[in-house]
């Protein structure tokens, strides 16, 4: 059996609700994991030694980019070493947290992770699950819908066939500030709901796809 790699990018512990929705969906698995935590250990950001490297004969790299594809090298077969992915990726001011980005940034590499031919991306229709806490609601009739940008981008980042191509599932936990802003209380029981069904869905997900695919 491959492994689930599990990316961890909230800059929260333990206090991490999406983390914690993380751990059911872990223990659900139940087979071997790789775990790499983007807010202990963030990955260096993508650099111009980065860029050039890809396009760059390997014989004729500058130390500079012999060290930034060593990176880029160390990701991407971890990531293509895996046979269904786990990602953590909290919502910070509308988007993603940065060292998310930073990962992202080092591993979608044309011809190796990305592919624009027939072909098709390496990893295409592996499963996928993304867990994405947010402190407010983004649902339809909210003030704030239409403003997430986290969950669309990841979707067609992670998930377009164009892109990383994963047979992506995604879980969101809302409201998650409800419990701890008081002017938010009256939404502690929405908040609540969200929660109990972010955890059940994080079961289910691994359910089908430990049933539908070969992981
Ligand atoms: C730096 C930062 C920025 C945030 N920005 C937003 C935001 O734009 N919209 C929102 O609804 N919640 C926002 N929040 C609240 C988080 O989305 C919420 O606390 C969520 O539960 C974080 O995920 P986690 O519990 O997995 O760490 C922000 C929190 C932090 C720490």
Known sequence: MSYLL?????????????????????AAWGGPVVHRDLAASPVPHLSAAGITARVTDRNQHTPEQAQAIAVQDELIEEFLGAGAYLFTVPMYNYTMPSVFKAWLDQIMVVDRTL??????????????ILVSA??????????NHGKDFVVPALETILGDPHCLGLDLRTITPELTLAPVNPALAALIPLHEASLAGAHEQARFHVRKFTELHSV
């Open 6 to 26: 599990h990316i961890d990018s909230s800059s929260l512990g333990t206090g991490s609700v999406s983390r914690t929705v993380a751990d059911t969906a872990r």
């Open 115 to 128: 592919n624009f031919g027939a072909e098709g991306p390496a990893a295409a229709g592996r499963p996928a």
């Open 134 to 143: 947010r402190g407010g609601g983004y649902g339809p009739g909210t003030p």
